[in-house]
Every structure is written in C-alpha cells, then in structure tokens.
C-alpha cells in the first residue's frame, strides 16, 4: 500500500500563486502515473495534469501555461505550482499515484481562489 499526502491548499486571490504538494509513503521511484486531480464545486472530479518517471508531462487545457507540475526524485515529492489563478480553479485538489497496478489518491486539499 501507499499512502499520499496532499498539502500547500488555501485561499489565494485572483491571480495569485499557490503551489501544492504531494508526499508518497514510499519512494516516489516505485509509483507511476502520478497525477493531479481536481473537484470543482458543482462538478465531477477532472485531471489537471501528469508526470511520468521520465519527466514528461501533460496538462489540461484550462491550466495549460499557468500551472506546472514537477516530480521531485530528490526530494521524494511531487508538486504542482499554479499561477495566475483564477476562481474557476477553486475546488479540492487530489494527488494519485499507481503503486503495483493499483490506484491511491490522498485525502485532497482545498483551493480557494477568491478576491
């Protein structure tokens, strides 16, 4: 099993910078598919954006250019810096990773984009 723990959430106004971050129980080398994920208020949960082990990421168009994610081998970490926020950003963002073939999500952190 793993667990993952979310952190870095809080109220931010229009515009602002936030940046997340997402800590694995266990080395960050042995979990795949690690992603970012967000519930917006009124909506389904939607992905925000991946990393592989290689580095290589993708993100959704609506964050595409302001939002960056990162994962850190040194530090065992994976974070997700998001600027130029905007209130439809607002909602709880959830960390997942893929550990022996099975999906974990962390408990989520809340996001609140507002002026």
């Known amino acids: 099993q793993v667990q993952l723990v979310e952190s870095g959430g809080g109220l931010v106004q229009p515009g602002g910078s936030l940046k997340l971050s997402c800590a694995p129980s266990r080395s960050i080398a042995v979990i795949n598919g690690m992603a970012w994920y967000r519930q917006t208020p009124g909506n389904e949960r939607e992905w925000v954006a991946s990393?592989?082990?290689?580095?290589?990421?993708a993100y959704a168009d609506s964050v595409k250019d302001r939002f960056t994610i990162y994962r850190d081998n040194a530090r065992d970490i994976m974070t997700l810096q998001m600027n130029n926020l905007k209130p439809e950003d607002t909602g709880v963002y959830y960390c997942?990773?893929?550990?022996?073939?099975?999906?974990?999500w962390g408990q989520g952190t809340l996001v609140t984009v507002s002026s």
């Open positions: 990393v592989v082990s290689g580095g290589a990421t």
């Open positions: 997942k990773g893929v550990y022996r073939s099975r999906e974990y």
